[in-house]
């Protein structure tokens, strides 16, 4: 599993970059459901419902490139900063997951170096688009 699916511009040149931080409710393998209940996956608190549709419609429209996630932000939340106490949620909408509650901000320090680090990821891969 990739963090980011790269959207190709279908227009010449747009100047435009399209972002759609919650666009997937998906997990990566290992992470099973976090412990939660499957069904929440199919709700708000996975992830923007329509969101990631949306996005490929208007960079259809525009003729622009975007970058979609393909995780849940149950898993990280790709547009909070590593200094931000909810970019691991530990409640969601008033849903404890399980998966996350024993985290705390500490346990952070060392996230920039992690395999999922949402900011290392995201300007990798703007880099390689920017080159292509």
Same mark, same amino acid.
């Given at each position: 599993?990739? +963090?980011?699916?790269?959207v &190709? ?8 970059? @399209? !972002?759609? /931080?919650?666009a ?12 939660l209940d ?7 608190i996975?992830y ?7 996005t490929?419609?208007? +960079?259809?429209l525009?003729? &622009? ?8 932000? @149950? !898993?990280? /939340? ?8 909810t ?5 969601s ?6 998966g996350n509650?024993?985290l ?23 880099l390689?688009m920017?080159?292509?």
């Amino acid at each position: 599993m990739t +963090a980011f699916e790269h959207v &190709a511009a279908r227009g010449p040149g747009s100047t435009l970059l @399209l !972002l759609c /931080d919650h666009a997937s409710a998906a997990l990566p393998e290992g992470y099973g459901r976090l412990g939660l209940d499957p069904a929440l996956f199919q709700t708000h608190i996975a992830y923007d419902i329509g969101a990631e549709s949306v996005t490929r419609q208007v +960079a259809e429209l525009l003729g &622009a490139p975007a970058i979609c996630t393909r995780f849940s932000r @149950l !898993l990280i /939340d790709p547009n909070r900063g590593l200094d931000d106490p909810t970019l691991i949620m530990r409640i969601s909408d008033g849903a404890v997951v399980p998966g996350n509650a024993c985290l705390s901000t500490a346990n952070w320090k060392g996230i920039s170096s992690m395999p999922l680090s949402c900011e290392n990821r995201v300007s990798s891969q703007v880099l390689s688009m920017s080159q292509m």
